[in-house]
């Protein structure tokens, strides 16, 4: 049957740059377009009462900068969800239904209050229905912040009443206190306290030289053959089977994606040996998802849209810099290694878990830590640089020292209080420092005869290469500053393989390298790039304090960050807006959802007028996720009950939401936690906590 075309002479709100980000996401067919359009065009001509019976009715456009996308669902290839994007304060619609209301005030020229579903939740909440984009508090990626800006009345600057304070004020009086850090009412708080734990146990078990989540890493895009290192040259080049060919192009990214748990990485993937063993996924499941490192210094972001699906043999820690591009000229090398050099003085804490002090100092302890390049955890084994490291970063010493760090702590000095001499909120201070706290160890003890021998089990990096004696006795614990440490100690093995030689001829023997000079490799490349950061990284010291310089030594100008994505100096992870330019962060709310959850654990929860049936509320729980290109990994989720009415849906949607819920989502971004495409749910909003 032919439709009679109504012409749409409507206004529009519609805003181009609300567009979809997650993968997968792709404008929709003719066909599913045209029919979305006949379903408002019926809807229109009914409630004007000038539907004729028997004809068929169709909208000749959808408003303008309105778009209509689609995507498979990744758990049902046969289902497709369908999404009107557009709407000016960043929320796709997810029906016919849900968009019709707003179509609708858009007919009678904006007239009233719009009563579709995201227009009405801005207007509960307080502000007007002008369709002006929501300016949200900061994101905070990664971990919660290192240390919260204070602001009248001891809460942060997200309004969030600040534990430390508290505690400080306290320290005051009482001249000696203990306490175990815990915010219940942040949400970045409650979501890290649960992926640290996992986080801890996965690293546990996992080998220290697979690339972590947050790292900066070398790689390359595939090549025709495979990267080795030349023997006459050592320089690292392309070895199709015969002879070299040339360098390979390195680029330097971050790791925001890793390879799902039914592919685990083994030593072989080094090599490439295991791509002659079908995998039993694609790259894009089994591989590691890296993207290009934008200049932390400028506003360009751009290079964080390119990004690669890569095997591990493709990557290289970034500590391996001076040998990756030996031969390779300075003015050849791709923008994004010097952008990564220029962020290897960049710190950033994570999983505060206890607060001590002793007036009037105190301290923050942490169970782990991003520095330059790496992601470090409690437990891990840490190069220490040699006691007399050189400044040029060249003939250096071996490293002979390693720390298995039991805590990070940032102490604050010589507290102050307020100018009302009463409350304390830690802002005032004479000085700030990064410490790691644990038991040292040595392949070159003072006196072999007295020194004390320390073992290792198998799975331990440090097991081959030894032997490891304890610096002093076996139980003595040492602080060494953030600044004289160098990074992981990775296996022996992986280095063996990343450091393979070919020879072209079968006469010739590749030189192994030896454990001594696989535990020192990457001194003289670290070196290199923190000096590199010092003279170019700039620091953006606001009024918040952001990018500090907290550092003792002659080599300042280290980039303290809030959280990782700061700094990095990020924008976005896997096309979702992060930090300061993220417009979807609502603290506020967030409160007032753990505030529900606290009173139904307790059960003081009352029931309000009108309030819709729900189900028994989840206080925090975490689901893993499976799907093409990992949409969904891992996250935490929170249900809660909703004040607000549930629009009428599609009937699949219907099936598929109980009445009155709102599925809450809480995506994390630390070692293993699920940085897939942010999935664009139906009726249910996500909250990301970066």
């Not at 929320?91 to 579709?116: A, I």
């Not at 971050?254 to 002659?276: N, W």
């Not at 300075?330 to 007036?359: F, K, Q």
Request: charged share 25%; hydrophobic share 30%.
């Amino acid at each position: 049957m032919p439709y009679s075309v109504l012409k749409w002479d409507g206004e529009s709100d519609g805003d181009a740059t609300h567009v979809p980000t997650a993968e997968g996401m792709t404008v929709a067919d003719a066909d599913a377009e045209r029919m979305f359009r006949h379903k408002l065009g019926q809807q229109l001509m009914k409630d004007s009462g000038n539907l004729a019976i028997g004809k068929e009715y169709i909208l000749d456009r959808l408003p303008e900068n309105y778009t209509f996308v689609e995507r498979v669902r990744p758990n049902n290839p046969k289902h497709t969800d369908r999404y009107m994007y557009g709407h000016p304060k960043h929320m796709p619609f997810n029906s016919v239904n849900d968009f019709y209301p707003h179509l609708k005030w858009l007919s009678r020229s904006r007239q009233g209050d719009c009563e579709c579903r995201i227009c009405a939740s801005t207007t509960k909440s307080g502000s007007k229905s002008t369709g002006a984009p929501k300016k949200t508090a900061s994101m905070k990626a990664l971990t919660m912040r290192t240390r919260p800006v204070m602001t009248k009345g001891l809460v942060d600057d997200e309004g969030l009443p600040d534990t430390i304070p508290k505690f400080l004020t306290l320290l005051k009086k009482e001249g000696t206190l203990e306490r175990a850090f815990e915010e219940r009412y942040s949400m970045d708080w409650r979501v890290e306290s649960i992926v640290s734990k996992e986080t801890l146990q996965r690293i546990s078990t996992q080998a220290a030289f697979i690339p972590r989540v947050g790292e900066l890493v070398l790689w390359y895009r595939n090549v025709e053959g495979e990267v080795r290192m030349e023997p006459s040259s050592n320089e690292f080049k392309i070895w199709n089977g015969r002879a070299y060919t040339g360098h390979p192009t390195w680029l330097a990214g971050v790791v925001t994606q890793t390879p799902v748990e039914e592919e685990p990485v083994h030593y072989e993937d080094i090599a490439g040996e295991s791509l002659k063993k079908k995998k039993k996924h694609g790259v894009n499941m089994s591989g590691f998802r890296i993207e290009c490192y934008p200049d932390p210094n400028g506003k360009d972001k751009s290079f964080s849209k390119q990004y690669n699906y890569v095997p591990m043999h493709n990557i290289r820690p970034m500590a391996f810099l001076l040998d990756i591009t030996r031969g390779m000229p300075v003015e050849a090398w791709h923008p994004t290694i010097n952008h990564a050099m220029t962020a290897m003085t960049s710190l950033s804490c994570i999983d505060r878990y206890l607060l001590r002090g002793i007036w009037p100092n105190y301290e923050i302890h942490h169970r782990g830590l991003f520095f330059g390049a790496e992601n470090l955890w409690i437990g891990d084994a840490v190069r220490l640089l040699p006691r007399k490291q050189p400044l040029s970063g060249y003939q250096s010493p071996t490293i002979t020292e390693v720390l298995i760090p039991q805590t990070f702590i940032v102490r604050t000095i010589d507290l102050r209080p307020e100018p009302d001499n009463h409350s304390v909120t830690g802002n005032r201070a004479s000085h700030i420092e990064l410490v790691l706290r644990g038991q040292v160890y040595t392949t070159q003890p003072p006196s072999i005869s007295t020194s004390i021998r320390a073992s290792f089990p198998p799975s331990s990096p440090m097991h081959t290469y030894g032997p490891w004696y304890h610096l002093s006795g076996a139980h003595s614990v040492f602080e060494i500053q953030y600044q004289h440490t160098l990074g992981r100690v990775f296996e022996y093995r992986a280095v063996q393989q990343w450091y393979l030689q070919q020879t072209p001829s079968q006469n010739q023997s590749p030189r192994t390298i030896t454990p001594s000079e696989a535990l020192s490799i990457g001194l003289d490349s670290i070196l290199e790039a923190r000096n590199h950061a010092v003279r170019n990284r700039k620091q953006d010291i606001s009024s918040n304090g952001r990018g500090t310089n907290h550092s003792n030594d002659k080599v300042d100008s280290y980039f303290w960050g809030d959280h990782r994505a700061e700094a990095l100096g990020l924008a976005t992870v896997n096309g979702i807006d992060v930090g300061a330019h993220d417009r979807d962060r609502e603290p506020r709310k967030w409160r007032q959802v753990l505030a529900v959850l606290d009173q139904k654990a307790n059960g003081k929860a009352k029931p309000g007028p009108g309030r819709p049936r729900t189900t028994a509320a989840v206080a925090v729980a975490v689901e893993e996720g499976k799907g093409k290109g990992r949409e969904k990994e891992q996250e935490v989720v929170v249900l809660v009950d909703s004040d607000d009415d549930e629009q009428e849906g599609e009937e699949e949607e219907e099936e598929e939401e109980e009445e009155g819920e709102v599925n809450t989502t809480i995506k994390g971004w630390i070692q293993g936690v699920g940085l897939g495409d942010d999935e664009e749910g139906r009726s249910h909003k996500r909250i990301r906590v970066q």
